[in-house]
């Protein structure tokens, strides 16, 4: 019998790790570039049940399409901008919010944090 509730245990235990938190919906990221300075950005996610992310991002790289997946609390996509590509990589916190790092194809890094538009 015990043997049963541990497998029981330990298989609702993968199934919860594998989960992925859902960053669908509207955003407002703040951008902060090193040396460089910030910016704001309007991102649209959407989550597909396999954790592939599409959507749209609107800020100072134009208006475009997004690409990107997810796993657990971690996501990333791409932005395919004026200046190329750059990549965001970030994890959703507890409270909500979304923070991380983006890649500017090589020529710099920066900081993220959005918070979902009311």
């Known amino acids: ?3 049963k509730i541990l497998a029981v245990g330990l298989g609702a235990g993968l199934f919860v790790s594998a989960a992925w938190a859902d960053v669908s919906g509207n955003w407002n990221f703040a951008v902060e570039i090193a040396g460089v300075g910030g910016g704001n950005a309007s991102v649209t996610m959407v989550q597909g049940a396999d954790g592939a ?6 800020g100072q790289l134009g208006n475009t399409a ?3 997946k997810a796993e657990g ?6 932005v395919d901008g004026q200046m190329g ?11 909500g919010t979304l923070a ?3 890649d500017l194809g090589g020529m710099g890094e920066g900081t993220f944090k959005a918070t979902r538009k009311e």
Request: net charge negative; hydrophobic share 35%.
């Open 100 to 102: 991380g790092k983006l």
């Open 53 to 58: 992310i599409t959507g749209s991002y609107a």
């Open 1 to 3: 019998m015990l043997r």
């Open 73 to 78: 609390n971690s996501f990333e996509f791409t």
């Open 85 to 95: 590509a750059v990549k965001y990589m970030g994890e959703q916190q507890e409270d």
């Open 66 to 68: 997004i690409n990107g």
